[in-house]
């Protein structure tokens, strides 16, 4: 105990006689830990938090590839998501969007908004219901439905005080007439940080097969079922495609990973982990 009470106050002579050294010393210090933890609240945010839902271990993306031109990955075209919705078996289901930019007018001001623009089922895929009104149906995407939208709590609460009285009102996206039905819960912002959703309106009854908007799909595995099984199943699904269809689908096949890794790639993930490392030997 005298051993270290004596080295106690050697220290603080010591710094008492280079104060310079000791701020740059303690300000060093500081950083670090600031930089380790900035780093550490990413990283659990990027990937050890799980997604904020229901058994999100099992929310897995689906994508397209067509290796003989070299693409790694690609979004999935309106025919290709029908089909596949159709006769896949291995997921409870498939859900699709598309994200976009839209206008939000009505009243003083018009504003821009990150959106999407998704399959009806994507909300109940997920297990995630609207604090007020609903969600969408199949009837609100059939071609000529009148336009309806949710807001996210944010923007129900910056734009409109929160007032319940949006509900059933018309606003106008893109200048389009359109009903409010919904107000989402106050921490979603699925699927990256959006604040508008709209159904998405399928096209492909005007579209040559290939063509149109594509989308981003994702399904929920069905349980008993496994990553396995399910990648054999929508290759076989894509190989019947590529048959059917060898002009628009030769030599596509189907990529599935699990949701998170779409957005947070191992790439990324190392990157993430070398800097963690990094300043932590700050």
Do not use: C
């Amino acid at each position: 105990m005298r051993d270290l009470l004596s080295q106690l106050r050697f220290s603080l002579r010591l710094l008492r006689k280079g104060p310079t050294t000791t701020v740059l010393a303690v300000l060093a210090l500081a950083l670090g830990i600031g930089m380790t933890a900035a780093m550490y609240s990413l990283i659990y945010t990027l990937v050890l938090k799980d997604l904020p839902f229901e058994e999100a271990d099992r929310l897995y993306h689906l994508e397209r590839t067509l290796l003989s031109q070299g693409i790694g990955s690609m979004e999935v075209s309106q025919h290709d998501f029908l089909d596949w919705q159709e006769q896949q078996s291995t997921f409870d289901e498939l859900a699709a969007f598309a994200m976009d930019s839209l206008n939000l007018s009505g009243g003083e001001r018009t504003e821009r908004y990150s959106s999407a623009l998704v399959t009806p089922n994507f909300f109940h895929l997920i297990r995630v219901r609207p604090i007020l009104g609903r969600d969408f149906v199949a009837a609100d995407a059939e071609p000529g439905a009148p336009e309806v939208a949710l807001l996210g709590y944010h923007l129900w609460q910056t734009r409109y005080s929160g007032s319940e009285e949006v509900l059933g009102s018309s606003i106008r996206v893109d200048g389009v007439p359109t009903t409010v039905i919904g107000i989402m819960p106050e921490d979603f912002r699925f699927p990256l940080r959006e604040s508008l959703w709209i159904p998405f309106k399928f096209q492909t009854h005007q579209l040559e097969r290939g063509e149109g908007r594509t989308l981003e799909v994702f399904g929920r595995l069905g349980k008993g079922r496994t990553l396995a099984q399910a990648r054999e199943e929508m290759s076989n699904i894509a190989g019947v495609l590529a048959v059917e269809y060898p002009e628009s689908n030769e030599g596509v096949d189907a990529l599935i990973k699990p949701y998170k890794e779409e957005f947070v790639g191992q790439g990324t993930l190392t990157i993430l982990w070398v800097m963690l490392g990094a300043v932590s030997l700050v």
